[in-house]
């Protein structure tokens, strides 16, 4: 493991500065065997409160600029970002966990999704007219107010750009709430942004949970929410934005099916597909393929392209060039999805397990495939967000779509087929909010289209004209016509 930056620490960044505070949340490395990355302010529900009422104080003259004028300063704000990389990336590393390619990632689709809202600038004023008689009405859209943004450990930067600036073009301003066990990359980039920015447009808060969480959901001068994390995250946060009609945006967990049919054309590129759709970031990502649907046919090919793949990981710390897979980010992960194995060897399936011996500290995990489990077996019904996959034999296409959609979640799903058309009428009866053919994963999203989940897996869309009109209310006006 090479490392240049010694422990880092970061500040909340309210109403335009940096705010420290008096107790810091302390980040553990996940391969470091309990050693610290750094520390972050852990803020007081007042300094949280501050941090709304900045936002607010801001909105009116932020949301007066036309939408070219919040664009251009966004657009400004974001060119430091390139500069900073390394570092950042570095950083998510230390606190995520995950390799240091997927870190530079991370940070890379940050800035490239925030270009993509600030391409929709033009549209923001979009309108219609309803020609009269008996009126001439005008129908638009309006900023919501201050919108809260929490995100998650895995992809912390890259989910922030789904909803950050599209919130910000659309006249919003914003107070961000990074993940409690890994704040440090996505404080640092926020506050970076931040500064180029009109003092409380954007402000960024680390703390506790329990400390600083209902003050950021539950304050009635929050008028949007957007959450990415559990389903049970998505339930409390519901609960506490009922208390004043609070909109929320919920991206929340998945049990994604993909779906091989016997004519699928698994070249090189979707066999590579396949593997980081599923095994990225040590398998902890919403959208991964989490249950594996293959043509009896095919079933013995799949497995041992999967194995093939497989066989070359390296388990490592993320900043060690020669690994290829990070360790799962807390332990309590790493106890869950062994448990989820030792129960599905207990009902009698196959687990093959690779990538060496697991370094001896830090939350490592072997890479497995569970042949074909029990269908009621909780690797199967439970989203295992870690490195395993149970793969599953069907002999009937309708079996397999009936099967696939047997599940509280609804996020992503795949198709894989030579027959594009077949493809896009399977599609069409998976209740996923987002399907992929002959592919899978975050790496093949259209990020012009919107994103998001059914069933538990989520409500609203994020991304695309869809994702801004989520920042903004309709409005009519109708004016008499004599």
Same mark, same amino acid.
């Given at each position: ?300 090919? $799949?497995? !041992?392209? &999967? *194995? #093939? ?11 060690? +060039? =020669? %690994? ?12 869950? $999805?062994? !448990?989820? &194995? *030792? #129960? ?11 990538? +060496? =011996? %697991? ?124």
């Amino acid at each position: 493991m090479t490392t240049t930056l010694p422990e880092i620490t970061t500040d909340l960044f309210i109403d335009g500065s940096p705010v420290a505070a008096s107790a810091t949340l302390r980040v553990s490395d996940p391969a470091g065997g309990g050693a610290a990355a750094g520390h972050a302010a852990s803020a007081t529900a007042a300094q949280a409160a501050d941090a709304v009422a900045a936002a607010d104080r801001a909105f009116p003259a932020w949301a007066a600029l036309s939408p070219a004028e919040r664009a251009a300063a966004l657009t400004s704000a974001l060119a430091p970002l390139a500069a900073d990389r390394p570092v950042t990336a570095e950083i998510l590393s230390r606190e995520n966990g995950k390799i240091l390619a997927e870190s530079v990632i991370d940070s890379i689709v940050f800035e490239h999704r925030s270009r993509l809202a600030v391409g929709l600038a033009s549209e923001v004023d979009d309108s219609a007219e309803l020609a009269g008689p008996p009126y001439r009405t005008r129908v638009g859209h309006v900023p919501l107010g201050v919108v809260t943004i929490i995100v998650p450990f895995n992809w912390p930067l890259a989910i922030l750009g789904a909803s950050l600036a599209y919130a910000l073009v659309a006249g919003n301003t914003v107070v961000v709430k990074p993940p409690p066990t890994a704040p440090l990359a996505t404080s640092r980039t926020v506050a970076l942004v931040a500064s180029a920015l009109p003092p409380g447009v954007l402000n960024v808060v680390t703390g506790a949970d329990a400390e600083i969480g209902e003050v950021l959901v539950a304050d009635p001068r929050v008028r949007k929410v957007c959450f990415t994390g559990s389903v049970g995250g998505g339930k409390r946060i519901m609960a506490m934005a009922a208390a004043n009609l609070t909109r929320v945006t919920l991206e929340l967990g998945g049990n994604d099916p993909a779906i091989i049919l016997p004519d699928a054309e698994l070249t090189p590129e979707a066999s590579q597909s396949l593997f980081h759709g599923t095994f990225d970031t040590t398998g902890q990502v919403c959208m991964a393929v989490k249950r594996l649907y293959v043509h009896r046919s095919r079933y013995d090919e $799949v497995v !041992e392209r &999967l *194995a #093939e793949q497989l066989s070359a990981t390296v388990l490592g710390h993320g900043l060690d +060039g =020669e %690994a290829t897979m990070g360790p799962l980010h807390r332990p309590e992960q790493q106890a869950f $999805v062994s !448990e989820l &194995l *030792a #129960e599905v060897r207990a009902r009698g399936a196959e687990v093959r397990e690779f990538g +060496g =011996e %697991a370094p001896a500290e830090g939350n490592f995990l072997r890479p497995s495939l569970v042949l074909a489990p029990p269908d009621d077996t909780r690797l199967v019904t439970e989203e295992q967000f870690g490195p395993t996959l149970p793969i599953l034999p069907f002999e009937d296409v309708e079996d397999a779509v009936t099967r696939a959609n047997e599940t509280w979640a609804g996020l992503t799903s795949s198709v894989w087929t030579a027959d594009l058309d077949r493809a896009a009428a399977l599609a069409s009866r998976l209740r996923t909010g987002y399907t992929f053919v002959n592919c899978h994963g975050a790496a093949h999203l259209d990020e012009r289209a919107p994103f998001g989940g059914r069933n538990h897996s989520g409500i609203g869309r994020e991304m695309g004209i869809e994702g801004l009109r989520e920042f903004m209310d309709t409005h009519a006006t109708s004016f008499p016509v004599t």
